[in-house]
């Protein structure tokens, strides 16, 4: 079955950087999209970037481009996302998450990791 | 970018009702539109994708309808276990964005 389990995270000083990592088992990695989504604390859902299956496109919300970079190592069945630059308003619980089918445009994110906390504080 | 608004934001019900939860677009997202569930201290769960799509798994106690800007999501015969927030979220295009969350409660 589909497995995302996702690691890294922790507590950082605001302008710090942190590697969040997301290893995937059952289905072939290399084949699907993948996406970081975020949740802050009491807040809603904010998606955060998106990889395309090869590696070659990525898209970030407006709030972490140019801070954030989304990469995958499809050899290693891992999709990261290293975080620079951070800020308070980047404290949540970080989640990766696969659409349902393989080399799709439909961004449904039926599967989800459990999520790893990031805590941006002095 | 897309915005999109769920209503109620809390919805309290009693065990065996059915329940109706509505998420509009701010422009037409065709059904290009998921519904999630979450329980406290745990990672969604998909529930429906392309507006009416039940997904595996899934009981059909659930139903999905929309196309456009209108959407809703139908809970059949309430049950404790149904208790979460449910959040629908648009892929028609980036940024991909979710509802604020609609809290259901059992009365």
């Known amino acids: 079955q589909v497995q995302l389990v996702e690691s890294g995270g922790g507590v950082v000083q605001p302008g710090r950087s942190l590697r969040l990592s997301c290893e995937a088992s059952g289905f072939t990695f290399s084949s699907y999209v993948m996406h970081w989504v975020r949740q802050a604390p009491g807040k809603g859902w904010e998606w955060v970037a998106v990889i395309s299956y090869d590696g070659n496109k990525k898209y970030y919300a407006d709030s972490v481009k140019g801070r954030f970079t989304i990469s995958r190592d499809n050899a290693k069945n891992t999709l990261s996302l290293q975080m620079d630059s951070l800020r308070a308003e980047d404290t949540a619980v970080y989640y990766c998450?696969?659409?349902?089918?393989?080399?799709?445009?439909?961004?449904?994110?039926?599967?989800w990791g459990q999520g790893t906390r990031v805590t941006v504080s002095p | 970018d897309i915005q999109m608004t769920q209503s109620p934001s809390s919805l309290s019900a009693s065990v065996g009702d059915r329940v109706t939860i509505t998420c509009r677009a701010s422009?037409?997202?065709?059904?290009?539109l998921a519904w999630f569930q979450q329980k406290p201290g745990k990672a969604p769960k998909s529930l429906i994708y392309a507006a009416s799509s039940l997904q595996s798994g899934v009981p059909s106690k659930f139903s999905g309808s929309g196309s456009g800007t209108d959407f809703t999501l139908t809970i059949y015969n309430l049950q404790p276990e149904d208790i979460a927030i449910y959040y629908c979220?648009?892929?028609?295009?980036?940024?991909?964005?979710f509802g604020q969350g609609t809290r259901l409660e059992i009365k």
């Open positions: 979220q648009h892929y028609k295009s980036y940024p991909l964005t």
């Open positions: 998450a696969r659409d349902l089918t393989a080399h799709g445009d439909y961004h449904d994110l039926t599967y």
């Open positions: 422009q037409g997202i065709s059904n290009f």
